[in-house]
């Protein structure tokens, strides 16, 4: 298994580029060894959903374009078992959905990961039935330069994304990582719309998919151990473990009555579990450098540090430019809706300190920027 998949881990630039935009080896081998690490990678969260509505073809162009060395596609099911790019199944806040009446008697309440949820979802449309919405920006008034592209671009297959990234990386000229995020694995195995196999199964079947890098994200657990039992190590394929705010359980977990929390994930031995079967952790933010009373970052923890002693690499989670979005010590006068390129520049070199090997941020072109002057 292990050597037939080293076969197609050539990309578009070869081998030695593939690993060096995945960082070496699985489970940071480079760290291992002694030799450089690599250059902490940029990640298209969601696309730049800063400048373009998130999930949109036109949101990668602009990640791939500001130097973003992977974009990323949260993927969920239509009710043909197509799978594609929205942060949720509920596309209420992302899609024209809500101003279209021919769709009025489709809004529900449901309970996803044990939450419930008022509005319309993706399984409840055919892909064609969802190709004639259109992307909205999420935030609103809140980011005016991708609000104004509201209605204007339809929501992606994966497929779509894969050929989408296949054609900027041979027009740029270098290769452009995927790390797509399987969302809510357990709700969608019980309706009857299980993700793993099917999200196997395009990537098989593009070529692009079987040479570049690939990580493939969860905040569940369980998804992650059934891809690696059917993956092995293919050098090209990396899987990365999510956390979430401390007290918060995986959803897998709690459906099966466990009581194992995202805080017990990022202690030492809770990332050395993790190390068994995947090669990356992505802890949020706030759970790296926590936040004191006064709003102001307070002093880094342990979890980088063990987390790459533990063999892992680390991924976090997410930058924003807004003032919003900001620990209070980076936050300008301008308002907290206020786009503040410098503060989120200083609170991102805050992290990067802490030897991170790659962040999601909402505006690439920042962390580019703050990447090599790195």
């Given at each position: 298994?292990?050597?037939?998949?080293?076969?197609?881990?050539?990309?578009?630039a070869g081998a030695a580029v593939?690993?060096?935009?995945?960082?070496?080896?699985?489970?940071?081998?480079?760290?291992?060894?002694?030799t450089a690490r690599p250059k902490?990678?940029?990640?298209?969260?969601?696309?730049?959903?800063?400048?373009?509505?998130?999930?949109?073809?036109?949101?990668?162009?602009?990640?791939?374009?500001?130097?973003?060395?992977?974009?990323?596609?949260?993927?969920?099911?239509?009710?043909?078992?197509?799978?594609?790019?929205?942060?949720?199944?509920?596309?209420?806040?992302?899609?024209?959905?809500?101003?279209?009446?021919?769709?009025?008697?489709?809004?529900?309440?449901?309970?996803?990961?044990?939450?419930?949820?008022?509005?319309?979802?993706?399984?409840?449309?055919?892909?064609?039935?969802?190709?004639?919405?259109?992307?909205?920006?999420?935030?609103?008034?809140?980011?005016?330069?991708?609000?104004?592209?509201?209605?204007?671009?339809?929501?992606?297959?994966?497929?779509?994304?894969?050929?989408?990234?296949?054609?900027?990386?041979?027009?740029?000229?270098?290769?452009?990582?995927?790390?797509?995020?399987?969302?809510?694995?357990?709700?969608?195995?019980?309706?009857?719309?299980?993700?793993?196999?099917?999200?196997?199964?395009?990537?098989?079947?593009?070529?692009?998919?079987?040479?570049?890098?690939?990580?493939?994200?969860?905040?569940?657990?369980?998804?992650?151990?059934?891809?690696?039992?059917?993956?092995?190590?293919?050098?090209?394929?990396?899987?990365?473990?999510?956390?979430?705010?401390?007290?918060?359980?995986?959803?897998?977990?709690?459906?099966?009555?466990?009581?194992?929390?995202?805080?017990?994930?990022?202690?030492?031995?809770?990332?050395?579990?993790?190390?068994?079967?995947?090669?990356?952790?992505?802890?949020?933010?706030?759970?790296?450098?926590?936040?004191?009373?006064?709003?102001?970052?307070?002093?880094?923890?342990?979890?980088?540090?063990?987390?790459?002693?533990?063999?892992?690499?680390?991924?976090?989670?997410?930058?924003?430019?807004?003032?919003?979005?900001?620990?209070?010590?980076?936050?300008?006068?301008?308002?907290?809706?206020?786009?503040?390129?410098?503060?989120?520049?200083?609170?991102l070199k805050r992290y990067l300190?802490?030897?991170?090997?790659?962040?999601?941020?909402?505006?690439?072109?920042?962390?580019?920027?703050?990447?090599?002057?790195?």
């Amino acid at each position: 298994m292990v050597e037939k998949s080293r076969r197609f881990a050539l990309g578009l630039a070869g081998a030695a580029v593939v690993a060096g935009l995945a960082g070496t080896g699985p489970g940071g081998a480079a760290r291992a060894q002694g030799t450089a690490r690599p250059k902490p990678l940029v990640l298209g969260h969601r696309g730049a959903p800063a400048l373009r509505p998130e999930h949109t073809l036109a949101s990668y162009a602009k990640a791939i374009a500001d130097g973003a060395d992977y974009i990323e596609p949260d993927l969920v099911p239509t009710k043909d078992g197509v799978l594609v790019a929205r942060h949720e199944n509920d596309i209420t806040g992302t899609t024209d959905v809500a101003r279209r009446p021919e769709f009025a008697a489709r809004k529900t309440t449901k309970t996803v990961d044990g939450e419930s949820h008022t509005g319309w979802f993706t399984e409840d449309f055919t892909l064609a039935e969802l190709k004639t919405l259109r992307a909205i920006e999420r935030l609103g008034a809140v980011r005016p330069d991708s609000q104004r592209y509201d209605g204007q671009f339809q929501v992606p297959t994966l497929e779509e994304v894969i050929d989408f990234t296949a054609a900027e990386a041979a027009a740029r000229g270098r290769v452009i990582g995927l790390i797509p995020e399987l969302k809510h694995s357990t709700y969608f195995a019980k309706i009857g719309l299980p993700l793993e196999d099917r999200f196997l199964a395009v990537l098989q079947a593009h070529d692009y998919t079987r040479r570049n890098p690939v990580e493939i994200q969860s905040f569940e657990i369980a998804n992650l151990r059934y891809l690696r039992g059917k993956l092995g190590r293919p050098a090209n394929i990396r899987l990365l473990q999510l956390t979430d705010e401390p007290a918060v359980i995986p959803a897998d977990v709690a459906a099966t009555g466990g009581r194992t929390t995202f805080a017990d994930m990022l202690t030492a031995d809770g990332l050395k579990e993790i190390a068994t079967y995947a090669d990356a952790v992505g802890p949020w933010t706030r759970t790296i450098i926590p936040l004191e009373a006064n709003g102001r970052l307070g002093q880094p923890n342990k979890v980088v540090d063990d987390a790459h002693a533990a063999g892992l690499l680390v991924r976090t989670y997410t930058f924003r430019p807004e003032n919003r979005f900001l620990a209070a010590d980076y936050r300008s006068e301008a308002g907290e809706n206020a786009r503040n390129e410098t503060g989120a520049m200083a609170e991102l070199k805050r992290y990067l300190a802490l030897g991170i090997d790659g962040f999601f941020i909402d505006d690439p072109a920042l962390g580019r920027k703050a990447v090599d002057a790195a």
